[in-house]
T-cell receptor, first 114, second 112 residues
């Protein structure tokens, strides 16, 4: 499978716990994106990387959220002290300049905070 | 924040009919893309149209772009039950071509 891979696909956690999601982009894609999507809404941009550099962060990304891409390959998105409002699907996507800005998405990681 | 809005929010049709979804956006763009999302799944890229293009076809899909009106339409011809999904338009921005901003989506239901 050469698509964008995300895990875990589903996570149920208690309020206040920390969670971490992992994303493996398409091989050799230098750009990696994180989006968040709630029911009935379109994906909302959170942050993106070019190689290992985090180039932009949305105002949606509070201090409890941190994303890393240490070696310019896979990325992690950590949410600390989760709140019920964090319940959403977290989508990872990747692109390469050669793809003409087409962004390819993974299947998403569902987070439910109880 | 959402850049665009799709219209209608929901659409129900019979198999074999055509489905038309519209998207409006706010800022000048370099390109506009349409994505499809089955319930609970990730987004699948359908088609990209550049700002200097007016129409593009891919199989049963036809996309138009009117930059003067900041709008686009997606036409699915001869729809099938398997086309049931949410459809989103997404745009970049001339000042920042590296990310996509999505609209609110159209939920299409095709009845067999």
């Amino acid at each position: 499978d050469t698509g964008v891979s995300q895990n875990p696909r589903h996570k149920i956690t208690k309020r206040g716990q920390n969670v971490t999601f992992r994303c493996d982009p398409i091989s050799e894609h230098n750009r990696l994106y994180w989006y968040r999507q709630t029911l009935g809404q379109g994906p909302e941009f959170l942050t993106y990387f070019q190689n290992e550099a985090q180039l932009e962060k949305s105002r949606l990304l509070s201090d409890r959220f941190s994303a890393e891409r240490p070696k310019g390959s896979f990325s992690t998105l950590e949410i600390q002290r989760t709140e019920q409002g964090d319940s959403a699907m977290y989508l990872c996507a990747s692109s390469a300049q050669s793809s003409g800005n087409t962004i390819y998405f993974g299947e998403g990681s569902w987070l439910t905070v109880v | 924040s959402q850049q665009g809005e799709e219209d209608p929010q929901a659409l129900s049709i019979q198999e074999g009919e055509n489905a038309t979804m519209n998207c409006s956006y706010k800022t000048s763009i370099n390109n506009l893309q349409w994505y499809r999302q089955n319930s609970g799944r990730g987004l699948v890229h359908l088609i990209l149209i550049r700002s200097n293009e007016r129409e593009k076809h891919s199989g049963r899909l036809r996309v138009t772009l009117d930059t003067s009106k900041k709008s686009s339409s997606l036409l699915i011809t001869a729809s099938r039950a398997a086309d049931t999904a949410s459809y989103f338009c997404a745009t970049d921005a001339i000042y920042n071509t590296d990310k996509l901003i999505f609209g609110t989506g159209t939920r299409l239901q095709v009845f067999p």
